[in-house]
């Protein structure tokens, strides 16, 4: 290359025009980065936008309004013969206490339809808490006690802000003259709020003050324990055949295509297989957890298979090597030296799937779980719903008291997602071993 040349080709690097393609690059560059961080804002406001909507609007099924009203729980109405059997005393009429404790605070009401809308101020309900305080606590037989109970979802609606005031009586859920026995009560400081236990210990319920998120809990817990006793020692022996041991061939191949391509098919589609398959052909209970775990087990195998099949992967090739020099066999070596080196993987890929069948509501329509369950599940083949199913109905509800319990059981939920995604991530970062 000459002198001219070189000359020339430096005055171009140093030209004008190389400097404005360098400028046009950066420019390039910056404007790339500035949409990738307006892409991460941007979720991000979405993200606290849809959280806080949620806890905006769930914060208050975690507390709830109650009447502490005395009861007179004679002797004659709850145990006349003085047997002092839990089981007779539980069947009272304490119905009949609740309202005639109500009449005796209120003895101006005498009209049939206002004794009713009296009624209609505190939980229907109420005569369980009554029950519930009394069995507690025998002693309070014969004697006039201060009990809290429930205020109906309207009348709790009141004292949380959702019912306006202003608007005409006609226009309102709660009339005027329950209007003024609330404020009665509360100049008497007879209105408490209180945490609403009752959100964490029951099932569901018609009423939306009295249901629950624990029936719903349980079954969840009750469905993924099926679904993870059946998913993760099959999915691991899968990925263990696939990777170790099977030949490699045009079958081989075609399992491999087909377990990719199951981890890609809609929900739904398990639901469907399950209601043709463990309902209709087997005759197995509907409704029940263990359905609802063989169909979402049968949905998580896929990820937990290739998850497995990654985490095996990544174990270096050194290590079976140096099983089989010192002389272990294939299984042994697979067994003694690569699978320990590979379950954290496989844990977190398990953790994760079990995450997703938590979420699942599509599969478990299918088979009967959108039944309305009021007792709590106490087998695998006990009725059962589960939560993301609790979910869709209340959001199906129309009582304005559903709107806050739907938001409740999602933050909830959510909860239980989150801690689960982060003990897959702590199991990651605890035993994760870097080649």
Same mark, same amino acid.
């Given at each position: 290359?000459?002198?001219?040349?070189?000359?020339?080709?430096?005055?171009?690097?140093?030209?004008?025009?190389?400097?404005?393609?360098?400028?046009?690059?950066?420019?390039?560059?910056?404007?790339?980065?500035?949409?990738?961080?307006?892409?991460?804002?941007?979720?991000?406001?979405?993200?606290?936008?849809?959280?806080?909507?949620?806890?905006?609007?769930?914060?208050?099924?975690?507390?709830?309004?109650?009447?502490?009203?005395?009861?007179?729980?004679?002797?004659?109405?709850?145990?006349?013969?003085?047997?002092?059997?839990?089981?007779?005393?539980?069947?009272?009429?304490?119905?009949?206490?609740?309202?005639?404790?109500?009449?005796?605070?209120?003895?101006?009401?005498?009209?049939?339809?206002?004794?009713?809308?009296?009624?209609?101020?505190?939980?229907?309900?109420?005569?369980?808490?009554?029950? %519930?305080?009394?069995? #507690?606590? !025998? @002693?309070?037989?014969?004697?006039?006690?201060?009990? =809290? +109970?429930? /205020?109906?979802?309207?009348?709790?609606?009141?004292?949380?802000?959702?019912?306006?005031?202003?608007?005409?009586?006609?226009?309102?859920?709660?009339?005027?003259?329950?209007?003024?026995?609330?404020?009665?009560?509360?100049?008497?400081?007879?209105?408490?709020?209180?945490?609403?236990?009752?959100?964490?210990?029951?099932?569901?319920?018609?009423?939306?003050?009295?249901?629950?998120?624990?029936?719903?809990?349980?079954?969840?817990?009750?469905?993924?324990?099926?679904?993870?006793?059946?998913?993760?020692?099959?999915?691991?022996?899968?990925?263990?055949?696939?990777?170790?041991?099977?030949?490699?061939?045009?079958?081989?191949?075609?399992?491999?295509?087909?377990? %990719?391509?199951?981890? #890609?098919? !809609? @929900?739904?589609?398990?639901?469907?297989?399950?209601? =043709? +398959?463990? /309902?209709?052909?087997?005759?197995?209970?509907?409704?029940?957890?263990?359905?609802?775990?063989?169909?979402?087990?049968?949905?998580?195998?896929?990820?937990?298979?290739?998850?497995?099949?990654?985490?095996?992967?990544?174990?270096?090739?050194?290590?079976?090597?140096?099983?089989?020099?010192?002389?272990?066999?294939?299984?042994?070596?697979?067994?003694?030296?690569?699978?320990?080196?590979?379950?954290?993987?496989?844990?977190?890929?398990?953790?994760?799937?079990?995450?997703?069948?938590?979420?699942?509501?599509?599969?478990?329509?299918?088979?009967?779980?959108?039944?309305?369950?009021?007792?709590?599940?106490?087998?695998?083949?006990?009725?059962?719903?589960?939560?993301?199913?609790?979910?869709?109905?209340?959001?199906?509800?129309?009582?304005?008291?559903?709107? =806050?319990?739907?938001?409740?059981?999602?933050?909830?939920?959510?909860?239980?997602?989150?801690?689960?995604?982060?003990?897959?991530?702590?199991?990651?970062?605890?035993?994760?071993?870097?080649?």
């Amino acid at each position: 290359m000459t002198d001219t040349s070189v000359q020339n080709k430096a005055a171009y690097h140093t030209s004008e025009q190389a400097e404005r393609l360098l400028k046009k690059r950066y420019r390039s560059e910056a404007r790339f980065i500035f949409y990738g961080r307006l892409a991460i804002v941007t979720a991000l406001l979405i993200l606290i936008a849809l959280i806080s909507s949620i806890i905006y609007q769930g914060h208050t099924a975690f507390y709830a309004h109650m009447a502490v009203l005395e009861f007179d729980l004679s002797q004659e109405a709850i145990d006349p013969e003085q047997t002092g059997d839990l089981e007779l005393i539980g069947k009272a009429d304490y119905r009949s206490i609740v309202t005639r404790t109500l009449r005796e605070k209120f003895p101006e009401v005498t009209t049939r339809r206002d004794r009713k809308a009296l009624k209609d101020v505190i939980s229907s309900g109420s005569d369980l808490f009554v029950r %519930n305080a009394v069995l #507690a606590d !025998p @002693s309070l037989i014969g004697t006039k006690a201060q009990i =809290a +109970v429930p /205020l109906s979802d309207d009348s709790d609606s009141v004292f949380k802000g959702f019912i306006d005031r202003s608007l005409p009586e006609d226009e309102r859920r709660v009339k005027d003259n329950q209007l003024a026995w609330l404020d009665a009560l509360s100049a008497e400081g007879r209105i408490e709020r209180q945490f609403n236990w009752t959100f964490f210990q029951v099932g569901d319920s018609r009423e939306p003050e009295l249901a629950g998120i624990w029936g719903a809990v349980v079954g969840s817990f009750l469905t993924l324990l099926v679904t993870l006793i059946l998913s993760f020692p099959l999915g691991v022996a899968t990925a263990i055949y696939l990777e170790e041991f099977a030949p490699k061939n045009r079958w081989t191949d075609l399992i491999e295509v087909n377990i %990719n391509n199951l981890a #890609a098919v !809609p @929900s739904i589609v398990f639901g469907l297989l399950g209601l =043709a +398959v463990f /309902l209709n052909f087997f005759g197995l209970p509907r409704s029940a957890p263990l359905v609802g775990g063989f169909v979402l087990a049968l949905m998580t195998l896929p990820t937990i298979i290739i998850a497995s099949r990654a985490s095996l992967k990544a174990v270096p090739p050194s290590i079976r090597e140096a099983g089989l020099g010192v002389g272990a066999s294939h299984v042994q070596t697979v067994f003694h030296h690569v699978l320990p080196l590979a379950m954290p993987g496989m844990m977190t890929g398990t953790i994760i799937g079990m995450a997703q069948a938590l979420g699942e509501t599509a599969p478990l329509l299918m088979i009967g779980m959108v039944a309305f369950i009021v007792d709590v599940p106490t087998g695998v083949t006990s009725p059962a719903t589960v939560l993301p199913v609790q979910i869709f109905i209340w959001a199906d509800s129309p009582q304005r008291a559903f709107v =806050a319990k739907t938001a409740g059981a999602i933050m909830v939920l959510l909860g239980f997602l989150i801690i689960m995604n982060l003990l897959a991530v702590l199991l990651r970062r605890r035993f994760e071993r870097r080649w």
